[in-house]
């Protein structure tokens, strides 16, 4: 079952031609314990395209690719790849027959070179000595072949996160790979290294490979995909050209229903100021910031990776430590040196990564909720109130629309919106002044990423502050009522969000610090 042609140069088989189907998934059945994961789907991959794999949180998507990648066996239903039918595939046998997946958690070991991760498991050898030089040689001839300028000896731990995800590009080319899975690949990379991604992306197509593209950013859909499967709950729903189906249509059958609008913006008079940070410093990220924000707006932070905007809302919520600046909410200045101060103030954080710093994943639903808010539950003595547990339990479930047969589910086994429900319920328990969100809608799907918008013009319509950094443009755009851009550290431009262009900001995001040449 050796594949021996590589998916460099000429990567179909023999007889195979551009456009032919390489992989096609009939009546495919996956049952977990109380859950069906995949219900009859049907799936077909074509060479030389790149197929978009699209559906909400939950929709099978990722169950369906394992089962392509040799990670789960199907129940039932039949697998045919390069013409051969197989019932089922371990990942090794997968990767054999040409199957490469990237996930979004990338698989590096950061303390080995380039070419000891592309060879990891499969390290070329003269007798029992590692052969160093013929593996950095093959290495450094495949990212050449990607025009990937990455020396194969340099430590990947070293590299940034785009970087590594070249190697992981480049690491399934050298086994050969001809279907390559990529999951949510662009979630943590700038728009210039999302050009580079797709650059290298459509390298690929041009030279026969079969690309599963799963995302769920789906403005970036239009400037490489070919074709589209969607999925609901398990289900096959629909699939067709991409150029042949409208946005509406495709987020449509993604979620079951209309979404009237996919930034919905509601209007509110501007009210009195709420916060003000002045002349804020903490590292070289963070100098000199001064921003307000007032009643009934959003404000949403821009910039590129780096610009120091998730630096600037954790020295304000008192994650790290600040070198200089003022903060004042309602007019007075509150002291924060660390996260507890700004919670007691009514400021309060959720943070990028919402499974490592928003949440004990391990815990249920209710002891998240409970857990930031114990002094508002328990007695002098120090005994929680079941009561009043329950109830701001309840209100949070409810209010926020957390979709949970019950609060004692971990909160790990919730999809990535309801978590970051979860998050922000935890907070609200506390009448909060000013919500900071960073990056809320990383990773959830279209329909989620909506009940999040809405849940911040709640927010808004309350006279609570809402302070936001996002990465994705149409985001910012669609919902801020105002936008502060920042750049190496600096904020470099505020703009109205209806007054203004993607242009603009991307000026703004772009003004480095010129330096003093002596």
């Not at 789907?41 to 794999?53: H, I, K, Q, T, W």
């Not at 911040?456 to 502050?465: P, W, Y």
Request: with cysteine.
């Amino acid at each position: 079952m050796k594949v021996q042609n590589s998916c460099r140069g000429s990567r179909q088989k023999a007889g195979e031609k551009m456009g032919e189907v390489i992989v096609s998934m009939k009546d495919i059945v996956k049952t977990f314990p109380g859950v069906k994961a995949l219900d009859h789907v049907n799936f077909e991959l074509r060479s030389g395209e790149v197929m978009a794999l699209l559906g909400e949180n939950g929709a099978g998507k990722s169950t369906l690719m394992k089962i392509l990648s040799g990670v789960y066996t199907k129940d039932s239903g039949t697998m045919t790849i390069f013409g051969t039918e197989y019932e089922n595939l371990t990942p090794k046998q997968a990767q054999a027959v040409g199957v490469a997946i990237i996930h979004q958690e990338l698989n590096m070991c950061r303390h080995l070179s380039v070419a000891e991760n592309m060879f990891l498991g499969r390290e070329k050898v003269n007798g029992i000595v590692l052969n160093d030089r013929e593996m950095e040689a093959e290495a450094a001839k495949i990212l050449g072949d990607l025009k990937i300028d990455i020396d194969p000896r340099q430590t990947v731990g070293d590299l940034p996160v785009s970087k590594q995800q070249m190697v992981e590009i480049a690491k399934a080319l050298s086994i050969h790979a001809k279907i390559l899975i990529m999951d949510e690949p662009t979630s943590s990379l700038t728009a210039k290294e999302i050009d580079e991604l797709f650059r290298i992306i459509r390298q690929l197509k041009a030279d026969g490979c079969g690309i599963v593209y799963i995302s769920h950013r789906l403005e970036e859909l239009k400037a490489i995909v070919d074709r589209v499967t969607i999925m609901r709950d398990g289900q096959y729903i629909t699939d067709g050209n991409f150029k042949d189906m409208t946005m509406d249509q495709i987020i449509a059958n993604m979620v079951g229903r209309e979404i009237k609008e996919q930034f919905p913006r509601v209007s509110c008079p501007k009210g009195k100021k709420i916060f003000e940070v002045r002349n804020l410093n903490a590292g070289r990220l963070v100098r000199d910031i001064n921003f307000s924000l007032y009643e009934g707006e959003i404000v949403g932070f821009a910039g590129l990776m780096g610009a120091g905007r998730t630096e600037t809302t954790r020295a304000i919520f008192g994650v790290d430590p600040k070198t200089g600046g003022e903060i004042f909410l309602d007019g007075k200045e509150v002291k924060i040196s660390c996260p507890m101060d700004a919670i007691k103030a009514g400021i309060v954080l959720a943070p990028e990564d919402r499974k490592k710093d928003g949440l004990c994943t391990k815990l249920s639903i209710r002891h998240n909720l409970a857990l930031p808010n114990l002094d508002l539950i328990c007695s002098k003595l120090g005994v929680i109130s079941r009561k009043q547990e329950d109830d701001l339990c309840e209100k949070a479930v409810k209010d926020l629309l957390i979709k949970t047969p019950t609060v004692e589910v971990n909160a790990g086994n919730l999809s990535g919106g309801n978590q970051q429900k979860v998050v922000v319920g935890k907070w609200l328990a506390r009448n909060s002044r000013v919500v900071i969100f960073d990056e809320p809608t990383r990773g959830i799907d279209v329909g989620a990423k909506v009940e999040i918008y809405n849940l911040m013009n709640k927010l808004k319509q309350e006279g609570i502050a809402v302070m936001f950094v996002s990465s994705e443009m149409p985001e910012v755009l669609g919902i801020a009522d105002r936008i502060i851009v920042m750049c190496d550290g600096r904020i470099t431009g505020e703009v109205s969000a209806q007054e203004t262009t993607q242009n603009e900001i991307l000026k703004y995001a772009t003004e480095f610090e010129k330096k003093q040449v002596s």
